[in-house]
């Protein structure tokens, strides 16, 4: 099918590889804006304007790569060169987007999507649609899907809220405390509250458990950090 749409359009009188130039670029920024946008729905740093620009600039090196006028008389045009450097590049710019706050990882999913995005691009500027439209179509609906999934775990896994008058440094008496407890902790974070004197509130959420490993989890918490407020979320 791709070499059916690459023929027609380079059969058009004087204006076909401009035309073709024009359809890899609209498409690039088609397939990369639905993955942008809900990414952006969702509040993300690198939203639609990212992943587009990331679709674009992949979209303009494969061009060159594959048609620029300067290359056609080299013996050496490589195309899959520039494209491997696409890749790489976008793997440094997909770090940017990864915050880790304790044990919490936040960004990765993100990053994921930039890259996918550089290869959404690349195949874009190479001619490959079907296989563009594919990928952005599956990232899409996986996107979207697997958020409800994860949504509908993490309901079911308890969250405890602490308030202390002091700072954690690191989480490895709570981890220590779970452990002993036979209680998986999905996730810790802290963050300082505002007013005269320094608070801070820890986050604890674990997977699901027992009533019993709960109960005896939460008394050994309290026991060790003596906090000033302490509650127990169950959804």
Sequence with gaps: MDNFILNGIKSIPYAGSVLLLVIEVLLS???SSAIGYQRE??????????????ALGACLIMQVSVGAPDFLSSPNRDPARLAAQVVSGIGFLGAGTIIQNGTNIRGLTTAATIWLCGGIGLAC?????????ISAAAAFAALIALSRFEKYITRKSPKIIMVLDFEPRNF?????VADHNGIIVKDIHSDRLKGHSPKFRVSVMIMPASSKEVEGFTRDL??????????????
């Design 29 to 31: 920024i088609v397939f």
């Design 222 to 235: 309290q026991s060790a950090l003596n906090p000033e407020d302490f509650s127990l979320i169950r959804k």
């Design 125 to 133: 500027g190479a001619g490959y649609f079907s296989a563009a439209l």
């Design 41 to 54: 729905k969702r509040g993300h740093g690198a939203g639609l304007r990212t992943h587009i620009m990331v």
């Design 172 to 176: 490895r008496e709570i981890l220590d």
